[in-house]
């Protein structure tokens, strides 16, 4: 049986949760869509992706021309100029291992790859126009190979391993998963 | 007995096609159930770390604590009961998943993963193995945490009620909910499969009993195999499953979210599986028994969202390079409590 006090209670509890529901119903119907940014936050990424391609386009202008005229080691003593000044930019890795397969130094290539991906995971996110994930794939194969070669000739090489150890991280993180 | 035998291999099997055709629509590869990731993902989502990536609700936690409540409530297993040793439990739980960090995922995950081809997940195996024979040895020797009592029903109501709150973030999505537009938080299958899915096995789970852990114990203690027949059935039907859905990819060397300590592997999930003993049950059963009134396990959960956040905001776990030092640091310490928890309980024991 409710006594005085419970019944107070119940009261006070049903009035509460009528203020709350008053209240989370009356934001939701005056909320405007420009005072929630974060429900467009697939459009603000999606202009976010367009402004760091435009940037990249204007900063490596000269080193994506001297690729393209083929002057690899221009290119890259280009690039190291902006790798000293923006080090933190990691879109110039990508170039530069661009530039040394292009050179054939393979390993190297692999190398900066993997350099730009622990710095900018977007590299490796198959939903990003930043993805190179297939073109590091196309590489692999060719690496893994002559790295096991030079393995069997040269097995305790520290160099050698960590070079595949290089393969074996990009191949896990072009997997994707849950990293 | 032959019954739950059979509610056991169900749920098993439920596990094993759900686990990998869930990835199949959207969730992470060789991730498509997995509780530290799924918190790890809630607690990011709650802005409880701050990496965007890996900020999601995942409707499936949601779905396994109200499918427990659910079936609880209507075959009258809701028991309502607490109190057993809540600050050991809850920094248990906040260690079996810098465990699970570590190897980079839970018990579920481990056999997905193996599963699907991934031998990196032969460590996690071995090791949880031989943290479940430790705990199962200590359990033997008579190492128990104190004696959990009945508790008015309300407190059995928080984590489901909890779990309704998460659903309604979903739907009205609030601002200071993030959700991540890449990495992982982007991988997921659409939220209505996902929820269904964590309905329906968690509604068998709690009829089962299914864990991970707890399949092995039982074995270990008493010879008995009804869990671990669930276990196999789990283990078997993934690997059709992914053999069937082209996930298959036998090797060492480029499996997804993996690494190659597997050294660290082991010890990690002997710090999985001990102290899943001690708290009698696996991340998974700790979410199911949460639903169907286990304060004591909602405790955990709790303990296990801390540590879920707290494993990306410190750092404690491991990347596809390798475990950092903090996770590294933190496996030992998770193993130190839990010697101190066996002795202090050990010799509490003898004094009774």
């Known amino acids: ?179 | 007995m032959a019954r739950i035998l059979d509610l056991a291999v169900i749920t098993g099997i439920l596990l094993g096609i759900g686990s990998v055709l869930i990835s199949y629509f959207g969730n992470p590869v060789n991730s498509g159930i997995c509780i530290s990731c799924f918190l790890e993902n809630l607690a990011g989502s709650l802005q409880l770390h701050d990496e965007l990536r890996m900020s999601y609700i995942r409707p499936e936690l949601i779905g396994f604590i109200l499918g427990a409540f659910l079936v609880a409530v209507k075959t009258r297993r809701f028991k309502v009961t607490g109190g057993s040793s809540p600050i050991i439990r809850f920094f248990l739980g906040f260690f079996i998943i810098v465990g699970c960090a570590v190897f980079i995922g839970c018990p579920i995950k481990m056999i997905i993963r193996l599963a699907a081809g991934d031998l990196t997940a032969v460590a996690a195996v071995l090791g949880m193995m031989f943290g479940v024979w430790l705990g199962a040895k200590h359990i033997k020797a008579g190492v128990f945490l104190d004696r959990e009592k009945n508790l008015p029903k309300i407190n059995g109501y928080i984590v489901p009620a909890l779990a309704i709150l998460l659903l309604v973030f979903i739907i009205m999505e609030p601002a200071f909910i993030k959700e991540g537009r890449t990495g992982p938080a982007a991988l997921h299958a659409p939220v209505l499969l996902s929820l269904a899915l964590g309905l329906i096995i968690g509604g068998f789970a709690q009829r089962s009993g299914l864990c991970i852990t707890g399949g092995f114990r039982n074995f270990f203690l008493f010879k008995e195999t009804t869990l671990l027949s669930g276990v196999i059935a789990f283990f078997v039907t993934a690997l059709v499953v992914s053999f069937a859905t082209r996930q298959f990819n036998f090797g060492l060397n480029g499996q997804p979210a993996s690494h190659l300590s597997h050294g660290w592997t082991f010890l990690a999930m002997v710090l999985v599986g001990l102290a899943s003993v001690i708290i009698d049950g696996c991340p998974f059963r700790q979410i199911i028994k949460a639903g169907q009134g286990d304060i004591d396990a909602g405790i955990t959960t709790l303990g296990m969202l801390a540590g879920a956040a707290l494993v990306i905001s410190w750092s404690m776990r491991s990347t596809s390079a390798g475990p950092e030092f903090a996770g590294k640091i933190a496996v030992l310490c998770g193993l130190i409590f839990c010697q101190i928890v066996i002795i202090n309980y050990r010799t509490a024991g003898k004094r009774v």
């Open chain 1, 1 to 179: 049986m409710m006594d005085r006090l419970d019944k107070i209670n119940i009261v006070i509890l049903v009035g509460l949760l009528l203020i709350t529901a008053g209240m989370v119903t009356q934001h939701e119907i005056t909320a405007k869509k420009q005072d929630r940014p974060e429900s467009d936050a697939g459009l603000v990424l999606k202009k976010q992706y367009e402004k760091k391609i435009a940037e990249n386009a204007e900063t490596y202008k000269e080193v994506i021309n001297l690729q393209k005229l083929g002057h690899y080691a221009e290119a890259l003593t280009k690039l190291e100029e902006i790798i000293q000044s923006h080090p933190e930019k990691a879109q110039a890795y990508i170039y530069k291992a661009q530039l040394l397969n292009s050179q054939g130094n393979l390993v190297e290539s692999i190398k900066m790859y993997r350099a730009a991906i622990e710095m900018e995971p977007d590299f490796v996110d198959k939903k990003s126009p930043l993805f190179v994930g297939n073109t590091v794939l196309k590489l692999i194969p060719e690496a893994r190979s002559k790295l096991n070669r030079e393995k069997k000739l040269k097995p305790g090489d520290k160099m050698i391993t960590a070079a595949l150890d290089n393969i074996y991280y990009l191949q896990r993180r072009i997997a994707g998963g849950c990293e």
